[in-house]
Structures are given as structure tokens and as C-alpha cells.
């Protein structure tokens, strides 16, 4: 396994143990986080901040599907739930993710999150 993809799996296994200061180890200190629909930050300091999603209540069940890399991007189809609001509410997710990476570390994380619903495509 390459390089940068040992970061991105070490980076979704500090997410699955909210593990902040393995996250952030896995980071560039100028990471940009773009969650399409949702928000756009730049900076290790406001990532700390929106690490643990609105409403999360545990660290989310993370399984990835496939990676791929070329070059400096590594890209990740994961699927995942958390709960959210309560332990009796959990959210079911599907999610895209590009990583692009510099040295090793995440520069940036570009992410597109599906919430499901009825069965694993809606």
C-alpha cells in the first residue's frame, strides 16, 4: 500500500476512535475541507473544530469500499452511520471522497455525503 493511502486509512481510523490528535497528525497545517452542501473551512484549527459532525453523538462506523490513486490524489467510496441526536438515532451514509496530498499529508479533503434512507442506493 502506498504511502498515501496508509495516511488516509490512518486518518478514517483516528474518525472511527474520534481521535483528534491522530486526525490531525494526518493533515497539512493549511488542509482545506470542503462537505459540498454543508460547509468549506481552511486550517488544522477549525478542522479540530468540525471533526465530530452537528449532532454526532459517537465516532461514526466507517467501512471503505474501494481507493484509488493517481498521482497525488487518493479517492475513497466509503460507506458509513453514526448516530446522531440520540444513541436510538443513526444516520446511514454513502459517501465520495478526494484527498489530495502533499508530502504524504492531506492538503485537502473534498467530500460529497448521502444520507440513506430506505436501503443502501436511496
Known amino acids: 500500500m502506498s504511502r498515501n493511502k496508509q495516511t488516509v486509512e490512518r486518518y478514517l481510523d483516528g474518525f472511527r476512535k474520534n481521535d483528534h490528535a491522530q486526525i490531525l497528525s494526518c493533515l497539512t497545517d493549511d488542509i482545506e475541507w470542503t462537505v459540498y452542501g454543508a460547509f468549506n473551512l481552511t486550517g488544522k484549527e477549525a478542522y479540530d473544530e468540525a471533526i465530530e459532525g452537528p449532532g454526532f453523538v459517537s465516532p461514526p462506523k466507517l467501512e471503505v469500499v ?29 459517501m465520495g471522497e478526494v484527498f489530495r496530498m502533499r508530502d504524504g499529508l492531506i492538503c485537502e479533503r473534498r467530500a460529497w455525503v448521502v444520507p440513506l434512507k430506505e436501503n443502501d442506493y436511496r
Do not use: F, Q
Request: net charge negative.
Open 66 to 94: 474501494r481507493m484509488i490513486e493517481e498521482g497525488d490524489v487518493v479517492m475513497a467510496e466509503i460507506t458509513g452511520s453514526v448516530a446522531v441526536g440520540d444513541e436510538d438515532t443513526v444516520m446511514r451514509m454513502t
